[in-house]
């Protein structure tokens, strides 16, 4: 999966079949003959017989939502027809999924996705409430996922021997093998003193890979 992660391309040719395909930088055209998920307001245009409906995400994920702010608010789009996704004109790009994998992706991330992946919001581990209690979607199976960043993402290999430490502001997604903890880079008298600002980073541990955007600060409009 990771030498084709985010490969993003300026003006794709119209599509034939089903599926996602890349509009330009800025957007994700569908063309839809049955059903995709996208995330909630992302439609910027469409044409064809297409139905756009509000998806429940379950009493459990609600709560966790509420609770922490995280969380993915998503619509079905079902029908014969093409639409185009688009969010505050942050850079858009897409992700092949072979059966058997699998990644955690932040929920302010993601565009839109085949209805043959599957996804629940889960809690990262090893996280706690600490960081705000992070939550994110954890993505599997075979098929497409669309997501957006701000500005072009920088994916980070992971080995046993290479731990890779990421602000938690910073990170799109990761393999969904990586073994997650909260790491603090300063002590308690370095932070009163008015140290770095940098106290806690998400390490992660195994084989795999990050992602994350060249940004720390959370893009206006791109809460979950």
């Given amino acids: 999966m990771q030498s084709e992660l985010f490969a993003s391309g300026n003006m794709a040719q119209p599509a034939t079949a089903p599926g996602m395909t890349q509009q330009n930088a800025k ?13 909630q307001g992302a439609m910027i245009a469409f044409r064809g017989n297409l139905q756009f409906e509000k998806k429940g995400q379950g009493v459990g994920n609600f ?3 509420s609770v922490t702010g995280e969380g993915l608010a998503l619509m079905s789009v079902r029908g014969q027809g093409e639409a185009w996704f688009a969010h505050q004109a942050a850079n858009c ?6 059966q058997g ?14 209805a043959s992946l599957s996804y629940e919001i889960k809690m990262v581990k090893g996280a706690g409430m600490a960081g705000g209690g992070l939550f994110n979607c954890l993505f599997s199976g075979q098929g497409r996922l669309g997501v957006i960043c701000e500005g072009d993402p920088i994916v980070i290999p992971v080995s046993p021997q290479s731990p890779v430490f990421v602000d938690t502001d910073a990170v799109v997604g990761w393999s969904a093998s ?3 903890s909260l790491h603090r880079s300063q002590s308690v008298g370095s932070m ?33």
């Fill in 101 to 114: 994998d699998a990644l955690t992706v932040n929920g302010r991330n993601v565009l839109c996705f085949d």
């Fill in 178 to 180: 990586l073994h997650t």
């Fill in 27 to 39: 957007s994700i055209k569908y063309t839809v003959n049955g059903e995709c998920y996208a995330r």
């Fill in 192 to 224: 009163i003193r008015g140290g770095s600002g940098e106290a806690v980073q998400l390490k992660l541990e195994g084989e795999g890979f990050v992602v994350v955007r060249p940004s720390e600060g959370r893009p206006a409009g791109q809460s979950a």
């Fill in 93 to 98: 790009f897409l992700i092949d999924f072979a």
């Fill in 63 to 65: 709560i966790k939502r």
